[in-house]
């Protein structure tokens, strides 16, 4: 068993360009890339491309599940660049046989027409076998997958109904697609009218039904065979696409096949979604999601992820992200985690596209700072009380440590490390970590840090070790290279774990904290508490943490938070 790798080059330029591929076991070859070309480079092992800059020879490895660019500078020359699909840690996909020698995947297609189809079988069948082997080729060059027909049949359609999906329901309770993996059905069962409807749709990746409406007087050949091909790239598990020319994008049927010039291509991001899942069929010979190696799977979800980022209001990343997900085992706890998790990125996203107070005299305007750390709190707190009534405390606790917190703090701790890697992954809390920004409690990040964290940690571990860690993490900042020891981060500390001990006792209520939670209401002020402090100036000042002068300012730190408004008796 070896390494597979596939990364995928894509030509941004107006003009063609040679370039030269080295990847092990094979003599180097060369290949020129058209405008708007995406080429998948299958390896086994690192691979590496080199082509002319002006007078230069410029040389780049390909990293492995990654898409990569040839762009134009302004000089006319042309450069590499890596397209920004999240941090990931090196992908390792362990697949079977050889990139070089193993032959293409070919799937099994049996083909189908209902019996609303006008045409003599001789005729029709002839027209759709041409263009599944149309089809055929340009999986084939995006993604080392070619299509086999081995049945033509027919199928009865339900007349009275006139709604696609439920057509689609129909064809698949009906049509077994043996001898064949995939059976694609051709529907004349009434004409496409013009505007936007559902032309075609499988129930996900790797799914054994395809159903598109056939007959229509206002789609050519070309427009038939590129709905056929978004299909089928929805089947080896790509998602739509931002791209105005890519066969992905949401909407076809807008005429733009009918150009003269038109060529059918998948964007690189597709193409490099494409050739994993082809990889696994050419390689692991799977034919479910369920069978795709932990490598690939995980690499996907962040591809998905960021894909359901940048078209929040397109669902088609997110219901391939959740197919593949739902074949993973995951437990109820981490779930609901990563679910509010993902809520307060996405609404963290949605604010940093809006405006400033001062740019706009009206309208809706981008939060910052305190403001921004009490909505994700607030959001959060709405987000867990969907979780079952056991969970929900913990949910929202571990969902703003892990928010707000500093991951990289959060991932030398042990306790929290293997949770935090149950819940995302590096390409995840890269995204996050962007959209989220600076949330600040008093004007203060770390203190919005310190207090969501260590309301985590009594989740996690329970108010005594929260404490214990809260005391020894400012011991340790005032050694020599730390920011000294801080009773204000102590205070923001001992806030979020008075949160938590009520939120778990049943003292205070999730409702309570989504309707009214704000810094002034659940943290104290810190202005006057001493901060800085290096190992001696504390231990001159308040001895140790058993020093009855460390242990009356910890307890006027608690009749601070005693006495805020959130726990205040009336």
Same mark, same amino acid.
């Given at each position: 068993?070896?390494?597979?790798?596939?990364?995928?080059?894509?030509?941004?330029?107006?003009?063609?360009?040679?370039v030269e591929i080295t990847v092990p076991g094979t003599p180097?070859?060369?290949? =020129? *890339?058209?405008?708007? !070309?995406?080429?998948?480079?299958?390896?086994? @092992?690192?691979?590496? /491309?080199? %082509?002319? &800059?002006?007078?230069?020879?410029?040389?780049?490895?390909?990293?492995?599940?990654?898409?990569?660019?040839?762009?134009?500078?302004?000089?006319?020359?042309?450069?590499?660049?890596?397209?920004?699909?999240?941090?990931?840690?090196?992908?390792?996909?362990?697949?079977?046989?050889?990139?070089?020698?193993?032959?293409?995947?070919?799937?099994?297609?049996?083909?189908?027409?209902?019996?609303?189809?006008?045409?003599?079988?001789?005729?029709?069948?002839?027209?759709?076998?041409?263009?599944?082997?149309?089809?055929?080729?340009?999986l084939h060059r995006h993604a080392m997958v070619k299509l086999?027909?081995?049945?033509?049949?027919?199928?009865?359609?339900?007349?009275?109904?006139?709604?696609?999906?439920? =057509? *689609?329901?129909?064809? !698949?309770?009906?049509?077994?697609?043996?001898? @064949?993996?995939?059976? /694609?059905? %051709?529907? &004349?069962?009434?004409?496409?009218?013009?505007?936007?409807?559902?032309?075609?749709?499988?129930?996900?990746?790797?799914?054994?039904?395809?159903?598109?409406?056939?007959?229509?007087?206002?789609?050519?050949?070309?427009?038939?065979?590129?709905?056929?091909?978004?299909?089928?790239?929805?089947?080896?598990?790509?998602?739509?696409?931002?791209?105005?020319?890519?066969?992905?994008?949401?909407?076809?049927?807008?005429?733009?096949?009918?150009?003269?010039?038109?060529?059918?291509?998948?964007?690189?991001?597709?193409?490099?979604?494409?050739?994993?899942?082809?990889?696994?069929?050419?390689?692991?010979?799977?034919?479910?999601?369920?069978?795709?190696?932990?490598?690939?799977?995980?690499?996907?979800?962040?591809?998905?992820?960021?894909?359901?980022?940048?078209?929040?209001?397109?669902?088609?990343?997110?219901?391939?992200?959740?197919?593949?997900?739902?074949?993973?085992?995951?437990?109820?706890?981490?779930?609901?985690?990563?679910?509010?998790?993902?809520?307060?990125?996405?609404?963290?996203?949605?604010?940093?596209?809006?405006?400033?107070?001062?740019?706009?005299?009206?309208?809706?305007?981008?939060?910052?700072?305190?403001?921004?750390?009490?909505?994700?709190?607030?959001?959060?707190?709405?987000?867990?009380?969907?979780?079952?009534?056991?969970?929900?405390?913990?949910?929202?606790?571990?969902?703003?440590?892990?928010?707000?917190?500093?991951?990289?703090?959060?991932?030398?701790?042990?306790?929290?490390?293997?949770?935090?890697?149950?819940?995302?992954?590096?390409?995840?809390?890269?995204?996050?970590?962007?959209?989220?920004?600076?949330?600040?409690?008093?004007?203060?990040?770390?203190?919005?840090?310190?207090?969501?964290?260590?309301?985590?940690?009594?989740?996690?571990?329970?108010?005594?070790?929260?404490?214990?860690?809260?005391?020894?993490?400012?011991?340790?900042?005032?050694?020599?290279?730390?920011?000294?020891?801080?009773?204000?981060?102590?205070?923001?500390?001992?806030?979020?774990?008075?949160?938590?001990?009520?939120?778990?006792?049943?003292?205070?209520?999730?409702?309570?904290?989504?309707?009214?939670?704000?810094?002034?209401?659940?943290?104290?002020?810190?202005?006057?508490?001493?901060?800085?402090?290096?190992?001696?100036?504390?231990?001159?000042?308040?001895?140790?943490?058993?020093?009855?002068?460390?242990?009356?300012?910890?307890?006027?730190?608690?009749?601070?938070?005693?006495?805020?408004?959130?726990?205040?008796?009336?």
């Amino acid at each position: 068993m070896v390494v597979a790798d596939v990364a995928v080059v894509a030509n941004r330029t107006p003009r063609r360009v040679p370039v030269e591929i080295t990847v092990p076991g094979t003599p180097a070859w060369q290949v =020129t *890339l058209t405008p708007g !070309e995406s080429r998948p480079i299958f390896a086994d @092992g690192a691979s590496s /491309i080199s %082509f002319m &800059s002006g007078q230069d020879t410029k040389q780049y490895t390909l990293e492995p599940a990654n898409v990569y660019f040839l762009g134009a500078r302004e000089d006319g020359t042309i450069d590499l660049q890596r397209i920004g699909l999240g941090e990931t840690s090196p992908f390792v996909a362990g697949l079977p046989g050889s990139a070089a020698n193993t032959p293409p995947a070919t799937i099994p297609v049996k083909i189908l027409v209902d019996d609303d189809e006008p045409m003599r079988q001789l005729m029709w069948e002839g027209k759709l076998r041409k263009r599944i082997a149309a089809a055929s080729e340009i999986l084939h060059r995006h993604a080392m997958v070619k299509l086999e027909v081995v049945a033509v049949d027919t199928w009865t359609t339900d007349n009275a109904t006139n709604d696609f999906h439920t =057509t *689609l329901a129909e064809f !698949e309770k009906t049509v077994d697609p043996f001898p @064949g993996q995939l059976a /694609i059905g %051709f529907s &004349s069962q009434y004409e496409v009218a013009e505007g936007r409807v559902h032309m075609g749709g499988t129930r996900g990746a790797l799914r054994p039904h395809i159903l598109l409406r056939e007959w229509s007087q206002h789609a050519s050949e070309t427009e038939k065979l590129e709905l056929l091909l978004h299909e089928l790239g929805h089947y080896l598990g790509a998602a739509h696409s931002p791209e105005p020319d890519s066969v992905m994008r949401p909407v076809l049927g807008d005429r733009l096949a009918r150009k003269k010039d038109f060529v059918i291509r998948f964007d690189p991001v597709n193409t490099l979604l494409m050739s994993m899942v082809g990889e696994e069929v050419r390689r692991r010979r799977v034919s479910s999601f369920a069978e795709i190696g932990a490598a690939t799977r995980n690499r996907m979800q962040e591809i998905y992820k960021i894909l359901g980022y940048t078209r929040p209001e397109d669902p088609a990343a997110g219901a391939l992200a959740r197919q593949l997900g739902q074949e993973r085992t995951g437990d109820p706890l981490s779930d609901a985690v990563r679910s509010t998790i993902n809520s307060m990125t996405q609404a963290a996203r949605n604010n940093s596209q809006l405006p400033l107070a001062a740019e706009v005299a009206a309208g809706p305007t981008r939060v910052e700072g305190d403001a921004l750390f009490e909505e994700l709190v607030r959001l959060a707190a709405r987000e867990a009380a969907k979780a079952p009534a056991e969970l929900q405390a913990k949910v929202f606790l571990l969902a703003i440590g892990i928010a707000v917190g500093d991951p990289e703090q959060l991932n030398r701790l042990p306790a929290i490390a293997p949770v935090l890697n149950r819940i995302e992954t590096p390409a995840e809390r890269s995204v996050r970590t962007t959209y989220i920004g600076q949330p600040t409690a008093r004007g203060r990040y770390d203190l919005a840090r310190h207090f969501s964290v260590a309301a985590m940690l009594v989740g996690l571990q329970g108010q005594d070790s929260a404490e214990t860690l809260s005391v020894a993490k400012e011991l340790l900042d005032s050694s020599g290279g730390g920011t000294g020891f801080s009773f204000a981060d102590l205070a923001a500390d001992k806030a979020g774990i008075r949160l938590a001990k009520d939120l778990l006792a049943g003292k205070l209520k999730l409702d309570t904290v989504a309707e009214n939670f704000s810094v002034d209401r659940y943290l104290p002020d810190i202005r006057e508490l001493p901060e800085g402090m290096t190992t001696m100036q504390f231990i001159n000042q308040y001895g140790g943490k058993d020093d009855p002068r460390f242990v009356r300012m910890m307890e006027e730190i608690e009749l601070g938070i005693n006495e805020l408004p959130a726990y205040k008796t009336p």
